[in-house]
């Protein structure tokens, strides 16, 4: 019988981030209401808060999943045995080809809004929190890189903490491109990066 009631109410929840995923799209983060996203989800104000404690809660839950899923991948450890660039590629077109999901764009829109949001208010604790899973997965990228690097597949006088820096908002930049441009080839640039670590890798040069 808890099983049942547990599928009940996640089912109920996930009704709701679709909802809310919904009318966030149309009328953007600022302008929605709770009682909006109740009726879009035929369910009363007060019952969105026995799931969530506020609007930012909400919004964080609509984005959440799939972005959790691309962060955990990247805290996995590097598979023993293989080449540690050939794991960061496979995994990179893992993560760039998620993006042509056209449920994408609105996850993107929400994440922006919700970053923004928290830098309009100030919101220490919740800036440090968005901060602080970026960080996870910087680090995620930055230790393939480094494994790479004294593997010898790439030189030796990359920054490896700057170039994790600067693939990941890459990734985010990529993100935004397509809400402007949504038949941008992401992949074949995130290919365009793949092909200059390689030639920037000693046994490559002549």
């Known amino acids: 019988m808890a099983k ?17 995923s919904r009318v966030f799209s149309r009328c953007g983060f600022r302008a929605t209401t709770m009682a909006e996203v109740a009726r879009e989800a035929g369910i009363s104000p007060g019952a969105i808060y026995r799931y969530f404690k506020c609007k930012d809660d909400l919004a964080v839950g609509c984005f959440h999943e799939s972005m959790q899923t691309v962060h955990d991948q990247w805290l996995e450890p590097i598979p023993p045995g293989q080449p540690p660039l050939e794991e960061f590629g496979s995994l990179g077109r893992i993560t760039f080809g998620m993006l042509k999901d056209p449920a ?38 930055r230790r393939r890189v480094a494994a790479a690097q004294r593997a010898g597949e790439i030189s030796p006088d990359l920054d490896v903490a700057a170039l994790a820096e600067a693939f990941f908002a890459f990734y985010w930049g990529a993100r935004m491109a397509r809400l402007v441009h949504p038949e941008a080839d992401t992949d074949a640039q995130f290919e365009q990066i793949l092909t200059l670590l390689h030639l920037s890798g000693p046994r490559d040069r002549a």
């Open 4 to 20: 049942v009631s547990e599928a009940h109410l996640e089912a109920r929840k996930q009704s709701i981030l679709d909802a809310a």
């Open 104 to 141: 994408q764009r609105e996850e993107t829109i929400l994440a922006m809004e919700h970053s923004l949001n928290l830098a309009r208010k100030g919101d220490k604790a919740g800036l440090t929190a968005l901060r602080q899973e970026h960080e996870g997965a910087v680090d995620g990228i």
